[in-house]
């Protein structure tokens, strides 16, 4: 199980990015890493660079992420399109600066492809690195509107969403229930673009928005101030973006300090380890996201089980986005594609990928076309769970 300690507890000094050497690959990044031979050879093993958080806020995401992904190659036979992959994980750390190096890092040692990025900042900060070294990049958690927007590349992929995606169709539910909200979320793109997507919804369909504010990202332990500014706005209801160790810090917070107002989210608040660790103080949130761990359907049953006998827990959206990726790749390396440019006309090619959130394809953009819910935080067994409560209308 994820552990959750306090933001500040998690944040990293300075810019370089760790790098930690595991799976397969017994090569250093730090000199020669044996991804340079294998590149270009036919058959081959395949270097993977795995850019996930395994320092800051955000880490226990990455180590969902990297459990998903190796549970995909454990369950076969360490190979991605048939050939053994080799994987090199790299901190992304809490923001761009440690990031923007780890990726640069990959790319320079010739890594056949990456996954990963949390933070939306990050990806945003490399996806002309990945353009231009022709490298396939795909996201498996980081929201970034433009990515698959305006800022799309043929060369950035996504098995993940978009953050306004996830909150749109939140902000038209929640108006049949609230006509008055308040808008809190952490101050960087990701909760700028959620609640801007939140706002636009709410607000078209009659809701008023009482006030918003952007604590900020990575520092901030102490949500009392911002927690007063919404009890004294007199809004109905909440909507906020929080995830990892800030999403623990603000649910406690919020019911300590007796907040009433009707507490919804994207589901990052709500998801894995975080939900553990707020307990109680979860209970009754309604969130939207394109999975649960609740979701009926057989796919979902059966990784359900595989990652629970692996990992001792139960999976995430982050683990389902990796494992996901790792099903994209399998496919784009199935008919021997070695470069980067082969290895993209692979990802073109997918008709559908067989996820836990249900089948989805690629859309224009690189995105998921996919289905998000509305999940609510109860009581279960002596624990919590996000059930399934319905489809949210993505129109
Ligand atoms: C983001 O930065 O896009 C992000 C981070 C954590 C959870 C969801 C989105």
């Not at 958690?141 to 698959?148: E, L, P, Q, S």
């Not at 609740?294 to 049953?301: A, K």
Request: aromatic residues 8%.
């Amino acid at each position: 199980m994820s552990s959750f300690r306090t933001p500040r507890g998690y944040v990293v000094a300075g810019v370089a990015a760790a790098v930690l050497l595991t799976g397969c690959g017994s090569d250093s990044l730090g000199g020669d890493t044996g991804a340079d031979d294998a590149a270009g050879v036919a058959g081959g093993p395949v270097d993977i660079g795995l850019l996930v958080p395994t320092s800051g806020v955000y880490a226990p995401l990455g180590e969902d992420m990297e459990q998903g992904f190796r549970l995909f190659l454990d369950q076969n036979d360490g190979k991605l399109g048939g050939r053994e992959a080799n994987i090199h994980v790299v901190d992304e750390g809490e923001s761009p600066d440690t990031g923007v190096p780890g990726a640069q890092r990959l790319v320079q040692q010739q890594v056949d492809a990456v996954v990963g990025i949390v933070n939306s900042g990050t990806a945003l900060g490399v996806r002309d690195l990945f353009e231009e070294s022709q490298i396939p990049l795909i996201i498996a958690n980081a929201g970034a509107d433009a990515i698959t927007g305006e800022r799309k590349s043929d060369y950035v992929w996504r098995t993940s969403f978009s953050n306004g995606a996830v909150a749109a169709p939140l902000g038209t539910y929640v108006a049949e229930n609230c006509e008055s909200a308040f808008l809190v979320a952490a101050d960087y793109a990701a909760g700028k673009e959620a609640t801007a997507a939140f706002e636009k919804t709410f607000t078209a369909a009659g809701g008023n928005v009482a006030g918003s504010v952007y604590p900020p990202f990575g520092t901030t332990t102490n949500y009392q101030p911002f927690l007063a500014q919404i009890t004294q706005s007199g809004a109905d209801c909440v909507y906020t973006f929080f995830a990892g160790a800030e999403a623990v810090a603000f649910t406690k917070q919020y019911r300590e300090l007796g907040v009433t107002a009707a507490l919804y989210s994207s589901g990052f608040l709500t998801e894995g380890g975080v939900l553990t660790a707020a307990g109680e103080a979860a209970v009754g949130v309604e969130t939207s996201l394109h999975y649960s761990d609740q979701l009926d359907n057989e796919r979902n049953t059966e990784f359900v089980e595989a990652y629970q006998a692996a990992y001792d827990e139960a999976p995430t959206v982050y683990a389902v986005q990796a494992y996901d990726a790792a099903q994209a790749l399998d496919q784009a390396l199935a008919d021997g594609a070695e470069t980067g440019a082969e290895i993209v006309d692979g990802l073109q090619g997918i008709d559908t990928i067989d996820s836990p959130r249900g089948e989805f394809g690629f859309d224009d953009g690189h995105g998921p076309d996919q289905t998000y819910y509305l999940r609510k935080v109860e009581s279960k067994d002596g624990g919590l769970i996000n059930t399934v409560v319905q489809e949210l209308d993505a129109s």
